[in-house]
């Protein structure tokens, strides 16, 4: 059984940052590719960024330039830093892991960005 327990988040002005971790449980979290995702009300949920064990990172053309997904091994946690937040960033927040076929999510945490 893979756990993805997030932290961080919340509201945050125009223009601001923050940084979201997700802590995988298990040793698993080292060989997986990990997920950032977002669904904004009214919206389907949409991938952000991704890193895969080696390092190698993919991010949605909205938010290149501003967010930064990164992770640690020693620790099972993969970080997104969100900078110059829009108010067209507003979602919930997902961490996403795929292990042996099975998705796993973690329970998301609203980032609001208010003018």
């Known amino acids: 059984q893979v756990q993805l327990v997030e932290s961080g988040g919340g509201l945050v002005q125009d223009g601001g940052a923050l940084r979201r971790a997700c802590a995988a449980s298990?040793?698993?979290?080292?060989?997986?590719?990990m997920y950032w995702y977002r669904q904004a009300p009214g919206y389907q949920r949409e991938l952000v960024a991704s890193?895969?064990?080696?390092?190698?990172?993919n991010y949605a053309d909205s938010v290149k330039g501003r967010f930064t997904i990164s992770r640690d091994n020693a620790k099972n946690t993969v970080y997104l830093q969100m900078n110059s937040l829009k108010r067209q960033d507003t979602a919930a927040y997902y961490c996403?892991?795929?292990?042996?076929?099975?998705?796993?999510w973690g329970k998301g945490t609203l980032v609001t960005v208010s003018s």
């Open positions: 298990g040793s698993i979290f080292r060989l997986n590719t």
């Open positions: 996403n892991a795929v292990v042996a076929l099975v998705v796993y």
């Open positions: 890193i895969t064990s080696g390092g190698t990172t």
